[in-house]
């Protein structure tokens, strides 16, 4: 048994099992006891993603979650324990998943069914990535759970209705949520990496909006120009340039902006 707080790179080779818990106060000894008894079914899952080794970290300064591969959003390799894990005294198998646009939301449906022959809670998760985009995305990104208690035999049918939002990232390019349209497969599963049913959809969305470079003027095809800056020449001067820019836009203050997940 492990009690913490955070995740530990740990060999569980030789262990049978595992039960972890976080600081549960008082009551903590008392419902251990009870779920290695097996009079409750456990049914936490991780909110951390468990590395199998300390090499698949990054520097600890190293905030750069995209950049870094880090978290189950962008990690790529094979975690000890992924993101929503957790097992349970029972085994359960998940029906077909299917999604559809209405109005201003996605309505999404599967089942999931005990197929184990004890009574134990599951916790269907929902995930989606988009196909092509054209910006880094996370490579799943958690929706909506739900934690059901189905009889051994029984199914329950799971229904969720997403807000358009949900499949919104914020554009730097425009200050602002949008969902940028194209292919996005929702996939449900008994975690982050444990995908049991999958289903691809398309989203209209909002297309990208053009590039706009602030603080600058058109200066014409001309051999050499002049554009107005107002951060690098103050309010209103004009900044004479002696290289030719061949009609091009200037703005010597800032970077054409790029589009990435805030």
Same mark, same amino acid.
Request: hydrophobic share 35%; glycine share 12%; proline share 9%.
């Given at each position: 048994?492990?009690?913490?707080?955070?995740?530990?790179?740990?060999?569980?080779?030789?262990?049978?099992?595992?039960?972890?818990?976080?600081?549960?106060?008082?009551?903590?000894?008392?419902?251990?006891?009870?779920?290695?008894?097996?009079?409750?079914?456990?049914?936490?899952?991780?909110?951390?993603?468990?590395?199998?080794?300390?090499?698949?970290?990054?520097?600890?300064?190293?905030?750069?979650?995209?950049?870094?591969?880090?978290?189950?959003?962008?990690?790529?390799?094979?975690?000890?324990?992924?993101?929503?894990?957790?097992?349970?005294?029972?085994?359960?198998?998940?029906? #077909? /998943?299917? %999604? !559809?646009?209405?109005?201003?939301? =996605? *309505?999404?449906?599967? @089942?999931? &069914?005990?197929? $184990?022959?004890v009574t134990a809670d599951e916790v269907p998760q929902l995930y989606v990535r988009a196909v092509d985009?054209?910006?880094?995305?996370?490579?799943?990104?958690?929706?909506?759970?739900?934690?059901?208690?189905?009889?051994?035999?029984?199914?329950?049918?799971?229904?969720f209705v997403l807000p358009l939002s949900a499949f919104a990232f914020w554009d730097v390019a425009v200050?602002?949520?949008?969902?940028?349209?194209?292919?996005? #497969? /929702?996939? %449900? !599963?008994?975690?982050?990496?444990? =995908? *049991?049913?999958?289903? @691809?959809? &398309?989203?209209? $969305?909002?297309?990208?909006?053009?590039?706009?470079?602030?603080?600058?003027v058109w200066t014409g095809p001309t051999s050499t120009s002049r554009a107005v800056s107002r951060s690098?020449?103050?309010?209103?001067?004009?900044?004479?340039?002696?290289?030719?820019?061949?009609?091009?836009?200037?703005?010597?203050?800032?970077?054409?902006?790029?589009?990435?997940?805030?």
């Open positions: 048994m492990l009690t913490s707080a955070y995740p530990y790179a740990v060999d569980p080779a030789d262990l049978p099992a595992m039960l972890w818990t976080a600081h549960g106060g008082q009551a903590a000894g008392t419902a251990l006891a009870r779920v290695l008894a097996g009079d409750v079914s456990p049914a936490g899952r991780l909110p951390q993603t468990w590395y199998a080794d300390d090499a698949d970290l990054p520097d600890l300064l190293d905030y750069d979650v995209i950049g870094g591969r880090q978290t189950y959003l962008y990690f790529e390799g094979t975690p000890l324990f992924p993101f929503g894990h957790g097992l349970s005294y029972g085994a359960f198998s998940y029906g #077909e /998943l299917t %999604a !559809g646009v209405d109005g201003s939301a =996605v *309505r999404v449906s599967f @089942t999931v &069914t005990n197929s $184990g022959d985009p054209s910006v880094p995305r996370p490579r799943r990104e958690l929706l909506a759970h739900r934690r059901v208690g189905p009889a051994p035999g029984e199914t329950v049918e799971l229904s200050g602002r949520w949008r969902v940028e349209p194209g292919a996005y #497969e /929702l996939l %449900a !599963g008994a975690s982050s990496e444990d =995908v *049991r049913s999958r289903v @691809t959809l &398309t989203l209209d $969305g909002e297309p990208a909006a053009p590039v706009r470079w602030p603080n600058a690098s020449t103050g309010p209103g001067r004009r900044a004479t340039r002696s290289r030719p820019w061949a009609g091009r836009r200037v703005n010597s203050s800032s970077a054409a902006a790029t589009s990435v997940p805030g």
